[in-house]
């Protein structure tokens, strides 16, 4: 009867999250929400929006059941998987899921295994998001598609693109750059390439970029994400408890680098000045959030945290214009607080084979030509 019910509920988070998925699709692709405004979405539109749900759900289950899959080669009891959808009805853009995951319902205590299952997802779903990738670039709408989407482009021609750069109040996301997306844009693609700023509107081709996105993430080598099971397997626990840390660290720290910026502190006005110290207190008390758990020792954990700060501050005094990626500040404080940044202890340490740690180095590689530094760019005109 609870195997009735798990499946039940694992049914319905998926449907829920192919709707979700749909509806944001829809909505990244026409620039309008399906409930407010005035120019809302219909169901023409919401039939569109599966041109994204399908092949970045489709990458996403890839992932997962190459998870699944190992898990149960290896015999250990898993579950199917659980799909976490994510809509806020076209108040604020999303991605329509929060991703998936896989539960591992017993301990596992072989660092063969967990390499295994731990590469198995992303080098699966890497594989078909290249596939979604090499379609989309292929298979490049010539450029009426854009005058259809935005009939006010259409006076531009093939000049569009100053329109949109000088435009005021203009408003769009530019896709990062990563290796492995530049290649495609350069050497794959056949037909005529959108401008940056309306790669969003090309669902095939975003939901791509956001496999590879999603890749990046998982293959981060830290802690149990699925690149911290690959080094771990191919470094072992000592070595892995070193590297883990001081990798996380340097993320943590480009990721606020340029959050605040050391010069912003000489301003004589009163009021900004006590607004900006009142900001920068909960920036540290954030960046202690993120180490709080990286050792048993809270003076340690608080030394990390403003050490890491103060550099940031000395880097932006020197270099003012640099900056980090304040968005993956979030998914910093979710792996040094709730995922953790060391790999559970295994007892069984027999080493990889060769084949194994060709794969992994693989796998690292993969996440380096995958990974991009910024990965989505807020573009706004002023007038």
């Known amino acids: 009867m609870n195997q009735q019910r798990t499946f039940l509920i694992q049914i319905s988070l998926f449907i829920l999250t192919f709707i979700s998925a749909t509806l944001t699709g829809a909505e990244w692709i026409y620039g309008r929400p399906f409930f407010f405004g005035e120019n809302t979405l219909g169901w023409n539109e919401f039939f569109e929006g599966l041109k994204y749900s399908v092949p970045f759900l489709g ?39 929060l991703g998936a995951f896989i539960r591992i319902k017993e301990r596992i205590n072989s660092r063969v295994k967990y390499f295994d299952i731990g590469i198995a997802g992303p080098l699966a779903g890497f594989v078909a998001a290249i596939f979604v990738l090499w379609y989309g670039f292929t298979h490049l709408p010539n450029l009426n598609y854009v005058f259809e989407l935005f009939p006010v482009f259409k006076q531009y021609g093939n000049d569009y693109g100053k329109f949109l750069e000088t435009s005021p ?158 968005g993956f500040l979030a998914f910093g404080l979710m792996i040094g607080r709730f995922l953790g940044v060391y790999h559970p202890k295994t007892y069984d340490t027999q080493p990889l084979t060769l084949e194994r740690k060709i794969l992994g180095w693989l796998a690292l590689f993969i996440f380096v030509i995958c990974f991009s530094p910024k990965p989505f760019i807020i573009i706004q005109n002023l007038p």
């Not at 190459?66 to 898990?71: D, K, N, Q, R, T």
């Open 169 to 326: 109040d203009y408003i769009s996301i530019k896709l990062g750059d990563s290796i492995l997306f530049n290649f495609f844009e350069q050497f794959v693609a056949t037909g005529e390439l959108p401008h940056p700023y309306l790669y969003t509107n090309y669902p095939i081709i975003f939901a791509g970029y956001l496999s590879l996105f999603f890749t990046a993430l998982n293959l981060f080598p830290v802690g149990q994400l699925d690149g911290g099971h690959i080094l771990y397997g191919l470094i072992g626990d000592r070595a892995f408890n070193i590297v883990s840390p001081i990798l996380f660290t340097g993320f943590v720290f480009y990721a606020g680098l340029g959050f605040f910026n050391a010069h912003e502190f000489t301003t004589q006005d009163t009021q900004i000045f006590v607004e900006l110290i009142g900001k920068f207190v909960l920036f540290i008390l954030f960046n202690y959030l993120c180490f709080s758990k990286i050792t048993d020792n809270l003076i340690t954990n608080w030394l990390i945290a403003l050490s890491v700060v103060a550099f940031q501050l000395v880097v932006s005094y020197f270099f003012p214009t640099i900056e980090g990626y304040s």
């Open 59 to 97: 990458v996403l289950t890839v992932h997962e059941f190459g998870h699944y899959f190992i898990a149960k080669k290896h015999r250990t009891d898993v579950t199917l998987p659980y799909y976490i959808p994510l809509w806020f009805g076209g108040i604020t853009s999303t991605f329509g899921t």
